[in-house]
């Protein structure tokens, strides 16, 4: 399985969104194409990757909106589409205590987790990668089976998440010669796991 | 300068765009995520890069919208704002006569202009090239300065345009194992022409 952690530092975690102003609702308009980017092929779901998007804007942080490819169904990889998804998870998950979870929708799950929670529990089982320019680039970098990549939103990661990220042991990788716009950089990690049969 | 022609088949022609219904506007949704794909970086503009969208849906096609990477400015990447760009293209185009082309803001221009006319031009000047499940690995194609790639939107490209392409010696080349989404799709051809320095 691939796993994308996205470190979405402005998106709202209360559930009144205004689906016409993604941009001005914490940049959700990017949340949703990284999710679209990270899930979808032509004409099919990637039924092998899940997406977990960790959302820390106001005014219910934390709150943590994950896509499982393996079961997700009836959703059009449009923006609109995706953040009335996410603004449904918000509405199930609004009163959720620390460390609870529900079901959205198939393949939608909500809880009440913070980034940090879940980027060290996958550190325990599987390789963590995240984006740097001083990285490996991603053609020579040897890929375990499960990889889990951990992006940050326009804001980028911060410092202070880079070094709890090298303490786990998370190994860093670059694209190319040019940093990427979020929302492109799930879209080079597929085709590289593609190529290379990671899954 | 890399150029990519977008071959947009449903897009609606007509400038009564409903912009909180993209999907419903002939899939501009999907439209859009290409325009973004073909030029945005983190945080930049690709200056080197053209985008033409060749439009051929009701009511008043053929329309044909380019965005100039060189000169565009103060469009965020969201689908809603480049939509917002092309109804406004539509509307001072409406009443173009077929050859004539217009000015629509900075880096923007609308044109009565078909799609096969752009790409016969183009075939004249540049390495035309589009994607093929059957084509040369992108990674191993030898490009050309200022090539050409035509992409098709969620229908594809007709079996037609691909014999038009061939007699026009286009090439094929394909981006990976798997078929990927329109918008998906600049994202990996910017990559590896970053990587072999072709603009």
Redesign the interface.
């Given at each position: 399985m691939r796993e994308f952690i996205l470190l979405a530092l402005k998106a709202k975690t209360s559930p009144n969104i205004n689906l016409?102003d993604?941009?001005g609702e914490g940049r959700l308009?990017?949340v949703c194409?990284v999710v679209?980017?990270a899930l979808?092929?032509?004409?099919k779901i990637r039924r092998d990757t899940v997406i977990h998007v960790a959302m820390s804007g106001p005014r219910l942080p934390p709150k943590m909106v994950s896509f499982y490819g393996s079961t997700w169904a009836g959703i059009?990889?449009?923006?609109?589409?995706i953040a009335e998804t996410i603004k449904k998870a918000l509405s199930k998950g609004a009163s959720l205590a620390l460390g609870e979870e529900k079901d959205v929708q198939p393949g939608v799950k909500v809880a009440k987790k913070a980034f940090e929670t879940l980027v060290k529990e996958k550190s325990e089982t599987s390789q963590l990668i995240y984006l740097h320019p001083k990285g490996e680039d991603v053609r020579t970098f040897k890929f375990e089976q499960n990889p889990v990549f951990v992006l940050g939103d326009?804001l980028?990661l911060p410092k202070k998440t880079e070094k709890f990220l090298d303490r786990l042991g998370a190994k860093k990788i670059k694209?190319?010669?040019?940093?990427?716009?979020?929302s492109?950089c799930p879209?080079?990690m597929?085709?590289e796991l593609?190529?290379k049969e990671v899954y």
């Amino acid at each position: 399985m691939r796993e994308f952690i996205l470190l979405a530092l402005k998106a709202k975690t209360s559930p009144n969104i205004n689906l016409d102003d993604l941009v001005g609702e914490g940049r959700l308009d990017l949340v949703c194409r990284v999710v679209s980017s990270a899930l979808f092929l032509s004409h099919k779901i990637r039924r092998d990757t899940v997406i977990h998007v960790a959302m820390s804007g106001p005014r219910l942080p934390p709150k943590m909106v994950s896509f499982y490819g393996s079961t997700w169904a009836g959703i059009t990889p449009d923006e609109k589409a995706i953040a009335e998804t996410i603004k449904k998870a918000l509405s199930k998950g609004a009163s959720l205590a620390l460390g609870e979870e529900k079901d959205v929708q198939p393949g939608v799950k909500v809880a009440k987790k913070a980034f940090e929670t879940l980027v060290k529990e996958k550190s325990e089982t599987s390789q963590l990668i995240y984006l740097h320019p001083k990285g490996e680039d991603v053609r020579t970098f040897k890929f375990e089976q499960n990889p889990v990549f951990v992006l940050g939103d326009f804001l980028g990661l911060p410092k202070k998440t880079e070094k709890f990220l090298d303490r786990l042991g998370a190994k860093k990788i670059k694209l190319g010669p040019n940093v990427l716009f979020s929302s492109h950089c799930p879209v080079i990690m597929h085709n590289e796991l593609d190529r290379k049969e990671v899954y």
